[in-house]
């Protein structure tokens, strides 16, 4: 496949590479596995079936997950660059998308540093409680400051602001270090150290009077459940949330490998273990729920929830509660926020490298601008009075009309627009043992289109009709609305800004060349 620039070399400097696979895949986990796996993919699961929402969930991880991680592992590693680099290299009128993509991340990246910040605030609390007898009023009053209005105030709360400021120093200072010491290290040190703290926290869960009766709750199956398509549409949401695909970051990922690296057989090992860690911590979260239950004297349904109210209300409640309730505390929240560090790098990581790319800087230059900026907003809107309200309201429409929306709007794109998917599966092939074929081609062409499209359109029916979350119609047009079109019609300016002639654009050597003629094996998914 040629590249769309057609061009000859011109000045560029050497992209960065992971030192291995095992580094990019340690790295790919750590982007997976983030907060959303810890405190959604539970009460998701017990919400829709219990034990039988496993079928569901496979499915959908066969079926959508694994096949749209491949494609993002192509379009990276393929065109050797950052979102938009590499969607204009597959065809010049595309780059907009991968802005887009861009433009997304960017959003999550300055609410997520808040949640980190409460997460070590909180791991801090854990040691005495701090929180009382009223786990809820400490949370929204005490410790946040929550006023009602949730248009901005800029009344800073210092107990959020400084933590959020060393949140974005040492995010800094790893970014900085690049792709091998910073990136890939931080994940390296991270993923290992969040699954050892989590198993012992699983064990020391398991151990709890009424742990038996929150399992019981999460996994017997109601197979009815099965016969509901909201189930199913349940399952491939928690997919496509927790596996990071469909918003520039595995493109990305993908474009810092090795030119001959295992693509698919890399991808199987990101799902499953993705998926590993979510029923991981379900078993975790569900055991100490239903000793919150029995300690209560209600039913489990009573006590599980989810996000920001599973871990900054029930939890601390457990925690009171609960022997060893301080360790397990401080097992709990800081595995927030490492999950959420190794996620956040990866978010930034999708900004940082577009902005090298299309401008020709060094990373130090790129970090320091992309970083710095993120860092000023981040702290000016979420460490004040009103920042639940913005974080709430931002990562309701990234999520479901962004990450969504990008992400039909790509695979449409590329199979049926640019029809690039022969040339694709045809370059995963060359590199990987595990091959994909006829039904990997319609799985993407035909299934994720559906899927997406289904998902997108009823959310955007859903909320137009209803106003996301009661806040006053002024406020959603500016921080729902608003950002969620104008990133879309950004993107489309953004790509019509020229490349830096210092940019690797039209470098010969950043691109893999394939031989498309070569024979797919006959071992085909």
């Known amino acids: 496949m040629s590249t769309s620039t057609g061009a000859t070399a011109a000045p560029s400097r050497t992209r960065e590479e992971f030192t291995g696979r095992w580094a990019f895949i340690l790295a790919a986990i750590g982007s997976a596995v983030g907060l959303g796996n810890i405190w959604r993919f539970p009460y998701v699961a017990y919400e829709h079936g219990g034990g ?72 801090w609390f854990s040691l005495d409680q701090r929180w009382g007898d009223d786990p809820e009023g400490f949370l929204f009053s005490t410790y946040l400051q929550q006023v009602k209005d949730p248009n901005p105030s800029f009344d800073i709360v210092p107990g959020v602001f400084w933590p959020m400021v060393a949140v974005w120093g040492v995010l800094l200072l790893i970014m900085g270090l690049g792709i091998r010491r910073g990136v890939a290290l931080a994940s390296m040190i991270g993923i290992p150290l969040l699954v050892v703290m989590f198993v012992v926290l699983v064990i020391i869960s398991l151990t709890l ?211 690039r998917g022969g040339g694709l599966v045809a370059h995963l092939n060359s590199v990987s043992s595990f091959r994909v074929g006829r039904v990997y081609r319609i799985l993407v062409g035909a299934v994720l289109p559906v899927l997406l499209g289904w998902m997108w359109i009823e959310w955007i029916r859903e909320n137009a009709a209803t106003p996301y979350g009661g806040y006053p119609t002024d406020f959603l047009a500016v921080y729902g609305w608003g950002l969620a079109i104008g990133s879309v019609v950004l993107a489309v300016l953004l790509s019509l800004i020229p490349w830096s002639h210092k940019s690797s654009l039209h470098a010969e050597e950043s691109v893999n060349e394939i031989d498309h003629t070569a024979p797919v094996a006959s071992k085909e998914s």
Not at 64 to 79: M, Q, S
Not at 91 to 108: K, N
Not at 326 to 349: D, P, R, Y
């Open 209 to 419: 009077p009424g742990a038996m009766q929150g399992l019981d709750a999460l996994f017997t199956p109601n197979w009815a459940a099965l016969k509901e398509p909201g189930v199913w549409i349940a399952a491939y949401g928690q997919i496509f949330f927790s596996l990071s695909v469909g918003f520039g970051i595995m493109i990305t990922y993908a474009s810092y490998l090795k030119k001959r690296t295992n693509l698919t057989a890399s991808g199987l090992v990101v799902g499953f273990s993705n998926s590993g860690f979510e029923i991981l911590a379900g078993i975790g979260v569900f055991s100490a729920l239903g000793f919150m239950a029995q300690a209560s004297g209600v039913q489990v349904s009573e006590v599980a929830g989810s996000g920001i109210g599973l871990a900054f209300i029930a939890f601390p409640t457990l925690i009171s509660q609960a022997p060893a309730g301080a360790l397990i505390g401080v097992l709990f929240f800081a595995s927030l926020v490492i999950a959420g560090f190794t996620s956040l790098i990866s978010i930034l990581e999708v900004v940082v490298s577009a902005v090298k790319d299309k401008l020709g800087w060094d990373r130090w230059t790129a970090v320091l601008v992309v970083v710095g900026i993120s860092a000023i907003i981040s702290i000016s809107l979420f460490s004040t009075t009103t920042g639940v309200a913005m974080l709430d309201t931002m990562d309701a429409f990234a999520n479901n009309f962004g990450i969504v929306g990008a992400a039909l709007v790509a695979v449409i794109v590329v199979m049926w627009i640019a029809r």
């Open 52 to 123: 039988a929402f496993v079928i569901p969930y496979l499915v959908a991880l066969l079926t959508a997950g694994i096949p749209l991680l491949f494609l993002d592992y192509a379009i990276g590693h393929r065109f050797r660059g950052s979102a938009p680099m590499a969607f204009r290299r597959m065809s010049r009128w595309t780059e907009a998308i991968g802005w887009w993509q861009v433009l997304i991340c960017a959003v999550i990246g300055v609410y997520y540093a808040a949640i980190i910040a409460w997460s070590i605030m909180y791991t």
